[in-house]
């Protein structure tokens, strides 16, 4: 019977086909909780007891004295307007080891941990503007982290210390103009021959969107390896293939750039018949073809650090910014940060940023534990840099006017410019989320698909009847506790904990059971046709990344103490993110493309739903202590922002913002006393000045409190100014100014 049953499977291609780049991704990295969701019924317990990293001494050092330094070097408004990396800056980055996060020690590296340089570069990415690309992409996936873990003695020899040293600076030449997130699917081309004693590539070339590219002394560069005489043993084409290419070698050309909406390095790499010798390939001849596994084992894990990090990093720095400028800025007598509408922005802003900040080191820490989880790193990704583009986007609503005037003293519009560019590269997030996070993890981190998948392909009968069996079982158990969990609202999952966060692993429980069960109905009703139903994945997608986010946010909880001034934050985050969880659970079900079943769920099933929901949106009554949380200077907001780059400078942007915040949060209670004093009749009501003075003279305030609060309105007003340029200053940026007088080069459209 199971013999006939996996021929029907194969004949009727009711199985995914899954070729051999896919087979790569799939077996990359391994499986850590997310396979707790797909088994639909997490064990909580073990996920509370995952590492939550904090920094090394030597880490801490890098990440807040070492970091905090680049970030006051750095201008970036003026590297926005001039297109300059500053010299003293870059000098800096060099001597103290900011190149070398993934180079060996023995090479002369300084390795750090994935922790360790998401906080770095979540900081730098906020405050430093374009400097920030030359400490990621050195760091990231690049030639020094793909020497070091697959490269020759030799090669390590010759370009780690290098690379380290900053010497060289890297760049990793992948997207072309017809392979963006179909990276597999590169044109660029080396042709193996053979050239007296030894064997050489090739090249020819053309690759757009290049980090760094302008300004890269080497690159590793992924191309089509042709060998038309098998020189290399591996047949006429190995695969994809990872070369190393050094700046100045005939026929390459690289130095013109982009512009992309946030100003940084990068631009095209372009080669017309460029020579090497096969020793290039990094690995050597050994790893011709294995480029493309090479990349996806480094993206397992990699995908969760460089992005994200930069996303949690705007959405903390926002979450800084509109806490302060919320409460300065008033109208209507009050500050703006109180009046609702505002209010719920801030709230939504600190709450999410705290589940940003809680997935990034809930995620790293597995990975500093040595787990390499592909589908977790796709989903930081995706999530940190939409969820980062929303709140920035929030922030520059509740900064009104002064978000959108550009200068110095415009402390958002970098993040806001910025937010698309994570969205887009390492995987676009539409891909991502269509098809990476449960197209990937559906196969790969259920319990028993991945079983009969490779039984099928090996024709492994015995295999395949003890994956289905145990399949069969798996599906009646999560459906029995689907039914009890979906009566009892979850309750009968059981939490780890008690308290006021009991409640939400309840729900947890009893979404990722649903959850579970649909991925089943939707593997065995929909089967090989779900890899292109990519609406109704990104709505699964969405499901599961949620889900990680709410067991990330309760991690954190419990990590730092079970802290009660954080609840309103744990709050507003699980209301939110239970209300995402349900509206995707609904399109689900309004959405199932199967006969009759789908019929039922898109009826009677979405009516069940909805008359039992998971969660029904944040309550009015959280906006207000989930926004108090970061609008008060002290020990919470300072621990909400850690590792967010604070000025010290009083006169210009976030340092002037900072400066006001504490000297009018010292002085509310000083005017409220005032304000108490007018309301009471002790003293006539008048400007502000005018009270302070009838204040002072009724002995309700002193002399000295009255020029404190003098000072603090001096300082808000100052910090609610934009800035203002003269005609000159005004126009800088002509084109024509600059002797340009041609459109700028198209790139990749030819």
Not at 395 to 406: P, T
Not at 452 to 468: C, M, P, Q, S
Not at 506 to 525: E, K, V
Not at 661 to 669: H, M, S
């Amino acid at each position: 019977m199971f013999e006939q049953l996996m021929k029907t499977l194969k004949a009727k291609g009711m199985l995914p086909k899954v070729s051999d780049t896919e087979r790569a991704a799939l077996e990359a990295g391994t499986v850590w909780v997310d396979g707790e969701f797909f088994s639909g019924d997490p064990d909580f317990g073990r996920m509370l007891r995952q590492p939550y990293p904090v920094l090394t001494p030597e880490e801490r050092h890098y990440a807040e004295e070492l970091s905090d330094e680049v970030c006051r070097r750095s201008d970036a408004w003026e590297q926005g307007v001039t297109r300059q990396l500053p010299d003293d800056v870059l000098r800096y980055l060099r001597e103290h080891g900011f190149y070398a996060f993934n180079v060996p020690k023995e090479y002369g590296g300084q390795p750090l941990g994935a922790f360790a340089k998401s906080v770095i570069m979540g900081k730098l990415g906020a405050a430093a503007g374009a400097v920030s690309t030359v400490v990621v992409i050195p760091n990231s996936l690049g030639p020094a982290e793909l020497l070091a873990h697959y490269g020759t003695k030799a090669q390590k020899e010759k370009y780690l210390p290098r690379l380290a040293s900053g010497e060289l600076t890297p760049c990793f030449g992948l997207t072309e103009p017809g392979a963006g997130s179909d990276a597999a699917s590169i044109k660029a081309e080396a042709v193996v021959f053979q050239d007296g004693e030894e064997l050489k590539l090739r090249m020819n070339f053309r690759k757009r969107y290049i980090t760094l590219a302008p300004i890269a002394d080497l690159v590793s560069l992924a191309v089509q390896l042709h060998d038309p005489h098998n020189l290399l043993g591996k047949g006429e084409w190995p695969g994809i293939t990872v070369v190393l290419l050094e700046r100045g070698t005939p026929g390459f050309k690289n130095g013109n750039y982009h512009e992309p909406l946030s100003p940084f390095p990068n631009g095209p790499l372009e080669g017309k018949d460029v020579v090497v010798p096969v020793d290039n390939i990094i690995g050597g001849p050994d790893y011709a073809g294995r480029g493309w596994r090479m990349l996806m084992e480094t993206l397992s894990g990699g995908r969760g650090i460089s992005i994200p990090a930069g996303a949690v990093g705007a959405a903390k720095h926002a979450a800084a910014t509109v806490g302060a400028y919320s409460r300065i800025r008033e109208q209507f007598g009050i500050p703006i940060g109180y009046m609702e509408g505002v209010q719920a922005k801030v709230a939504k802003i600190a709450a999410l940023s705290y589940t940003l900040e809680a997935m990034r080191t809930y995620g790293c820490g597995a990975l500093d534990a040595g787990e390499s989880p592909p589908v977790i790193s796709a989903i930081m990704k995706y999530r940190a840099t939409d969820l980062g583009q929303e709140l920035v986007s929030d922030g520059m609503d509740v900064m009104a006017g002064a978000g959108i005037q550009r200068g110095p003293n415009n402390i958002l519009a970098e993040s806001y410019a910025y937010a698309p560019v994570g969205v887009t590269v390492e995987g676009a997030n539409i891909l991502t989320r269509t098809l990476i996070v449960f197209g990937q993890g559906a196969v790969r981190c259920h319990p028993y698909a991945l079983k009969i998948l490779n039984a099928v392909e090996a024709d492994d009968v015995d295999a395949f009847r003890e994956a289905t069996l145990g399949w069969m079982g798996h599906m009646l158990a999560t459906l029995g506790r689907k039914i009890g969990r979906g009566l009892t609202r979850g309750w009968s999952a059981g939490a780890p904990v008690d308290g006021e966060t009991a409640l939400y692993y309840h729900r947890l429980a009893w979404a990722s059971t649903r959850f579970a069960y649909l991925t089943d109905l939707a593997m065995i009703g929909i089967g090989g046709r779900l890899k292109a139903a990519g609406n109704l994945t990104g709505r699964f997608a969405d499901v599961l990344s949620w889900l990680f986010l709410g067991i990330a946010t309760l991690r954190r909880f419990e990590a730092e103490g079970r802290l009660k001034e954080d609840l309103p934050l744990v709050h507003w985050a699980m209301h939110y993110m239970l209300a995402q969880i349900q509206e995707a659970f609904e399109g689900i079900y309004a959405n199932f493309p199967v006969p009759v079943l789908g019929a039922w769920m898109r009826g009677p099933g979405r009516w069940g739903l909805r008359l039992n929901p998971l969660g029904g949106g944040v309550p009015d009554r959280l906006h207000a202590p989930a926004a108090a949380t970061v609008q008060s200077p002290g020990e919470q907001f300072d621990r909400l922002t850690q590792y967010v780059y604070l000025p010290v400078d009083p006169h210009v942007g976030l340092g002037r913002l900072m400066h006001a915040f504490r000297l009018v949060a010292k002085a509310d209670p000083l005017i409220k006393r005032v304000r108490k004093a007018v309301k009471q009749r002790q003293i006539e009501r008048g400007s502000l000045e005018q009270m302070l003075e009838r204040a002072v003279a009724a002995q309700i305030i002193s002399q000295t409190e009255a020029e404190q609060v003098r000072a603090a309105e001096e300082v808000r007003e100052a910090a609610i100014q934009v800035d203002e340029f003269s005609p000159d200053e005004y126009q800088r940026v002509r084109l024509k100014d600059a002797g340009v007088e041609a459109a700028p080069k198209q790139s990749g459209t030819g």
